[in-house]
């Protein structure tokens, strides 16, 4: 919306731009125009819940880089599951870069874990790079403590089998192997696959 471009310009930092531009190689720096999140989410805060923060998230796709950044603010501070959720999975396939897609995790998701789960079991089993990340993501944020199962890894090692990097950019990869290490700090009794079984060593992640 041109008149949230507007305003995102003014909080334009040039010398940020050319920093987190480095960091990834592989988004176009003409679609980042440089602003830092704690700026970025203190404007999502300002506008959360109003009319134009409605239109906003209902058009897609965004041009810039930090439009994603902040459609992915604003839809992680509904309160509502259901409209949280929807509006998530609506946005999942617009997603281009692992700094949007890594955002916390919505508040709404921690009271409906149950119902969730299935739902992160979907998005790792897509074949869309960073609807892959953001549901190892959820795994890993929402499920490593007291609703840890041994299954969750498995899942999330599945992804270092089925996918090359040439589906998943090297991004998911890496979270995968991040969930591995997250566990085996959490739960060193865990242990996870073997180069023995069908898998040929799928079932386990290399951990610290």
Same mark, same amino acid.
């Given at each position: 919306?041109?008149?949230?471009?507007?305003?995102?310009?003014? @909080?334009?930092d040039m010398?940020? #731009? /050319?920093?987190?531009? #480095?960091?990834?190689?592989?988004t /176009?720096?003409?679609?980042?125009?440089?602003?830092?999140?704690?700026?970025? #989410?203190?404007? =999502?805060?300002?506008? =959360?819940?109003?009319?134009?923060?409605?239109?906003?998230?209902?058009? @897609?796709?965004?041009?810039?880089?930090?439009e994603?950044?902040?459609?992915?603010?604003?839809?992680?501070r509904?309160?509502?599951?259901? $409209? *949280?959720? %929807? !509006?998530?999975?609506?946005?999942? %396939?617009?997603? /281009?870069?692992?700094?949007? *897609?890594?955002?916390?995790a919505?508040?709404?998701?921690?009271?409906?874990?149950? !119902?969730?789960?299935?739902?992160?079991k979907?998005?790792? =089993? %897509?074949?869309?790079?960073y609807?892959?990340?953001? &549901?190892?993501?959820?795994?890993?944020?929402?499920?490593l /403590?007291e609703d840890?199962?041994p299954?969750?890894v498995?899942?999330v090692?599945?992804?270092? *089998?089925?996918h090359d990097?040439s589906?998943v950019?090297g991004?998911s %990869?890496? $979270?995968?192997?991040?969930?591995?290490?997250s566990?085996?700090? #959490?739960?060193?009794?865990?242990? @996870?696959g073997?180069?023995k079984?069908?898998?040929? &060593? *799928?079932?386990?992640?290399?951990?610290?």
């Open positions: 919306m041109e008149e949230i471009q507007k305003h995102l310009f003014e @909080l334009q010398a940020y #731009r /050319d920093f987190h531009s #480095r960091l990834m190689p592989d /176009d720096k003409e679609t980042v125009i440089g602003i830092r999140v704690p700026v970025l #989410r203190k404007y =999502a805060k300002s506008i =959360a819940g109003t009319e134009l923060s409605e239109k906003f998230i209902k058009e @897609l796709p965004h041009h810039y880089y930090e994603n950044n902040l459609h992915m603010m604003l839809i992680t509904i309160k509502d599951y259901d $409209k *949280c959720l %929807s !509006e998530v999975e609506r946005f999942l %396939s617009y997603i /281009d870069n692992w700094a949007t *897609c890594d955002f916390p919505p508040k709404c998701f921690e009271k409906h874990k149950e !119902e969730l789960l299935p739902v992160i979907r998005w790792i =089993a %897509s074949s869309e790079t609807t892959i990340r953001y &549901g190892i993501g959820m795994l890993m944020r929402l499920y /403590d840890f199962e299954e969750y498995k899942l090692a599945g992804v270092l *089998c089925q990097d589906v950019h991004y %990869s890496g $979270k995968a192997v991040g969930c591995g290490n566990v085996h700090r #959490r739960t060193p009794h865990v242990r @996870l073997s180069q079984d069908n898998t040929e &060593g *799928c079932g386990e992640l290399p951990h610290n």
